[in-house]
Structures are given as C-alpha cells and as structure tokens.
C-alpha cells in the first residue's frame, strides 16, 4: 500500500518552541550585557582575550544561523576590507554591503556593531 507523497503529513519539530522561548531569554541577557563601555573594548581589541561580557556577548552572535550572517572579506588583502552577507546556501555568491575598511579590525568591529543593532 503505497502512499502518495505530497499527501504525507508536515513533520513538524516539537522542540522548537522551547528552543524560542530559551533563545529569547538569552537574547535579552545578551542585549543587557551591551554598554558604550563594552562596545569599545570590542572596537579597541576586536580580536584576542576579552572580559567575560564581551565572551559572552560574541559567543551569543556565533552561534547566529549562517544565512544572513555578516562577514569580513578581504577584497583586496591587507589593503581593503569590506562587509558581506553569507547566502546560507554552498556556491552562492556573498553580497557585499557599502563600506571600505582599512583594517580588518575595522572591518570586524564594524561587524560587531551591525550585529548589536541587529540584536
């Protein structure tokens, strides 16, 4: 007894609904831990050991699904840096936002800083 494919029900994932409620607490801790202090340590040292509520504040944005996601590209390496936006899908192309950075560390804490006003 074969049944038809477009007939079979939606597996729907009964999980997700807590993983939503558990996101959106930790998304308003994370939005707490954001002070005009915390934003330039990040802009200051972008990359290497940092206090705990920029760790924690830049382990909440990594975790971010891909699709959408914000990243450095060297357009012209150790020379020219801009912002792209990941497709989320293999062989896509990344498109790129307005914007030269000098530096890749510009260019990272000018991630960050999209990604706070994303948030």
């Not at 290497?48 to 012209?76: C, I, M, W």
């Not at 801009?82 to 030269?100: A, F, K, N, Q, T």
Request: without cysteine.
């Amino acid at each position: 007894m074969a049944t038809d494919p477009q007939e079979a029900p939606v597996v729907q994932d009964r999980s997700l609904p807590a993983w939503e409620s558990i996101d959106t607490k930790i998304r308003a801790h994370v939005k707490s831990l954001i002070t005009d202090d915390l934003i330039e340590e990040h802009k200051s040292r972008p990359l290497g050991q940092h206090s705990d509520a920029l760790e924690r504040v830049l382990n909440y944005f990594r975790r971010a699904p891909l699709a959408g996601k914000y990243l450095v590209v060297a357009t012209k390496p150790f020379e020219e840096y801009r912002i792209g936006v990941h497709p989320g899908v293999r062989g896509r192309p990344i498109r790129l936002l307005d914007g030269v950075y000098a530096s890749e560390q510009d260019a990272l804490h000018a991630v960050f800083v999209k990604r706070i006003d994303d948030l």
